[in-house]
């Protein structure tokens, strides 16, 4: 692999972490608030800010007037993410963090399986291979597993 996948993959294993982090912390301001969907906002609002600054910061205002071109559902994934956001903070308390990021897993990687299958949203067509489903079929156990 080259320098860049490998970058990739460490950036995208600490997006991992940050998701497994976000869930209890989130969940704890829950405990406090005693409401999800208003801690889902200010998780979402203080996300917003954060990004708002490095775009500010780092001249990605610029690309704004390119958002017309764009088609009404390149616009969901704010409310695909607030919908993961409330689920994993929602599903900490219950599952646990183990099982609930697990969980999570399984969701993408079955997503992920059907979304690289049918080359959706313009991504290149990837094969349905025996290796990519039984990785999958793992995660299945995995999430059985982390309830033990």
Do not use: C, H
Not at 36 to 51: A, D, E, R, Y
Not at 117 to 130: D, M, N, W
Request: hydrophobic share 65%.
């Amino acid at each position: 692999m080259n320098m860049g996948l490998w970058i990739a993959l460490l950036v995208v294993i600490g997006a991992g972490a940050a998701a497994s982090l976000q869930a209890p912390v989130n969940a704890a301001l829950v405990r406090v608030t005693g409401n999800s969907i208003l801690v889902s906002v200010v998780s979402f609002g203080v996300g917003f800010l954060v990004l708002a600054l490095i775009a500010l910061y780092s001249g990605g205002l610029t690309s704004i007037p390119k958002l017309g071109k764009a088609d009404w559902w390149m616009f969901l994934g704010g409310a695909l993410g607030a919908f993961s956001v409330w689920g994993m903070l929602w599903g900490v308390p219950l599952l646990g963090v183990v099982t609930m990021i697990s969980a999570l897993i399984l969701g993408q990687m079955v997503a992920a399986l059907l979304l690289d299958y049918v080359g959706a949203f313009g991504l290149p067509v990837r094969e349905l291979t025996l290796p990519r489903a039984v990785g999958t079929i793992l995660v299945v156990a995995g999430v059985i597993l982390s309830r033990f």
